[in-house]
């Protein structure tokens, strides 16, 4: 369900599909991608915080945004953490994610759902979500202080009480679900940012040094 464009942008399908949306997961051969464009980005945290943005520019220190402007791109940076960008097409708003395990045990994709309610009276069931490239289970080695916050979500796990292996795509497909997204709308890169070393920034194989690599959406009138 996901394509790479000519541009270097990973774009989701049912996302490409509406009209009035633009949306882009971000590659290191992107970089640049959205200069030019009125943006509102974030100082990104790791925290579970979302805000609402009408205007463009820095908009405060959370790790989601949301919005109903028309032109106004919403965007987060990652290296590793997962990008998410949801549409609500019956009343035209979005937001945008930055997830990683802090941002996804702390609830982010829940409570900018309900921002997303409270703000817009967007409904979850007819959200249109998008998981993009993130660290895959592959290279995602955590120790038991972070497995164990992922309990609720993986109660077919008993190895979360030690050194172990996370899944962060999964879980926030699970936690997509449990906020009353449909299954069915929700779509997942399943690539791993680590190994994709020709395509992706990576903070794990790259520490402190890595680029980070924009994503975003944006609703056209
Ligand atoms: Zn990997």
Redesign the pocket.
């Known amino acids: 369900m996901f394509r790479k464009d000519p541009d270097h942008l990973y774009r989701a399908e049912p996302l490409a599909a509406l009209p009035w949306l633009e949306h882009g997961f971000g590659t290191r051969l992107s970089e640049g991608w959205h200069a030019g464009r009125r943006t509102a980005l974030l100082t990104q945290v790791h925290s579970a915080l979302a805000l609402v943005a009408e205007r463009d520019g820095l908009i405060g220190e959370a790790d989601a945004l949301i919005s109903n402007q028309p032109c106004l791109l919403l965007g987060v940076r990652t290296a590793d953490c997962a990008p998410i960008i949801l549409a609500d097409p019956v009343h035209r708003s979005v937001a945008v994610i930055h997830a990683g395990w802090r941002g996804a045990a702390g609830e982010i994709v829940a409570r900018t759902i309900q921002l997303l309610e409270e703000t817009y009276r967007t409904q979850a069931a007819h959200l249109t979500a998008a998981i993009g490239p993130t660290?895959?289970?592959?290279?995602?080695e955590v120790g038991p202080e972070v497995a164990s916050r992922f309990e609720r979500w993986f109660p077919e796990r008993d190895d979360l009480d030690q050194r172990t292996r996370l899944d962060l795509e999964e879980a926030l497909y699970r936690q997509l679900v449990e906020a009353a997204v449909p299954p069915q709308h929700i779509s997942r890169s399943g690539l791993?940012?680590?190994?994709?070393e020709e395509e992706f920034y990576s903070y794990r194989r790259q520490g402190k040094a890595a680029g980070r690599m924009v994503s975003g959406v944006a609703i056209w009138p």
């Open positions: 660290i895959g289970e592959c290279c995602y791993c940012t680590r190994c994709g």
